[in-house]
């Protein structure tokens, strides 16, 4: 079966690091870009940075760059999203995600498929894991 398993997240205060992390299953995972979005009850789902196959590009929604960093290990199926300096803002489930499109969408339109993300249709998706940002 395939699986992306999100985990990592919790309750931080400002200015706080999580690393969340998004293991992967039953699929050629190396073949695969990932996408992490993020849902607030309310709002539109966002898409918050993505990576492609082999991990040498990544793209991130404004308000985070700086502050998050994607990065992948093949060799363990895995992507890990670095969070720091969060705000309560950042606060959301956040769920990774991929497609067999992906990777074909980012090297046509690179850093403008992140406002795209949240309205891509993706293959898979992991089960969400949720973030609050609170003191």
């Known amino acids: 079966d395939v699986q992306l398993q999100a985990s990592g997240g919790g309750l931080v205060q400002p200015g706080g690091s999580l690393r969340l992390s998004c293991a992967a299953s039953g699929f050629s995972f190396d073949d695969y870009a990932i996408a992490w979005l993020r849902e607030v009850p309310g709002k539109e789902r966002e898409g918050v940075s993505m990576?492609?196959?082999?991990?040498?590009?990544?793209f991130y929604l404004d308000s985070v760059k700086g502050r998050f960093t994607l990065s992948r290990d093949n060799a363990k199926n895995t992507v890990y999203l670095q969070m720091n300096s969060l705000k309560p803002e950042d606060t959301a489930v956040y769920y990774c995600?991929?497609?067999?499109?992906?990777?074909?969408?980012?090297?046509?339109?690179?850093?403008?498929?992140?406002?795209?993300?949240?309205?891509?249709?993706?293959?898979?998706w992991g089960q969400g894991t949720q973030v609050t940002v609170s003191s």
């Open positions: 990576i492609t196959k082999s991990g040498g590009n990544t």
């Open positions: 995600a991929t497609d067999r499109t992906l990777e074909g969408i980012i090297r046509e339109f690179g850093q403008r498929t992140v406002g795209m993300m949240g309205q891509l249709d993706y293959d898979y």
